[in-house]
């Protein structure tokens, strides 16, 4: 079992920078592949980026590839996004997800635990 809390969401402008955060609990942490979700208003919640169980891998969806960056800390149980460069179209709810096959996927399916959320919202 593994509880996820994000933080670190808020209003910024266009081109500021923000880092989101994803506590863990769960001793077994270190074995999940971790993502980034996020939804915006009135569209499909939609993948952001992954890493592997061991860091080794890590995918980002076109659109936010070069602006956010995913790191994991397992020795502190997080796992943070680093968002630069941000847009309007960026505004969305984000959410941390743990995957216990421990590899990358864009499918949320994998994903047995979420966050609830923390919201991004960029003003322009």
């Known amino acids: 079992q593994v509880q996820l809390v994000e933080s670190g969401g808020g209003l910024v402008q266009a081109g500021g920078s923000l880092r989101l955060s994803c506590a863990a609990s769960?001793?077994?942490?270190?074995?999940?592949?971790m993502g980034w979700f996020r939804q915006a208003p009135g569209k499909e919640r939609e993948f952001v980026t992954a890493?592997?169980?061991?860091?080794?891998?890590?995918y980002y969806t076109d659109s936010v590839k070069g602006r956010f960056w995913i790191s994991r800390d397992d020795a502190k149980n997080m796992v943070y996004l680093q968002m630069n460069s941000l847009k309007p179209e960026d505004t969305a709810v984000y959410y941390c997800?743990?995957?216990?096959?421990?590899?990358?996927?864009?499918?949320?399916?994998?994903?047995?635990?979420w966050g609830q959320g923390t919201q991004v919202t960029v003003s322009s």
């Open positions: 997800a743990a995957n216990p096959a421990g590899g990358v996927s864009l499918d949320e399916g994998r994903y047995d635990y």
């Open positions: 769960g001793r077994t942490f270190s074995r999940y592949g």
């Open positions: 890493i592997s169980w061991s860091g080794g891998a890590i």
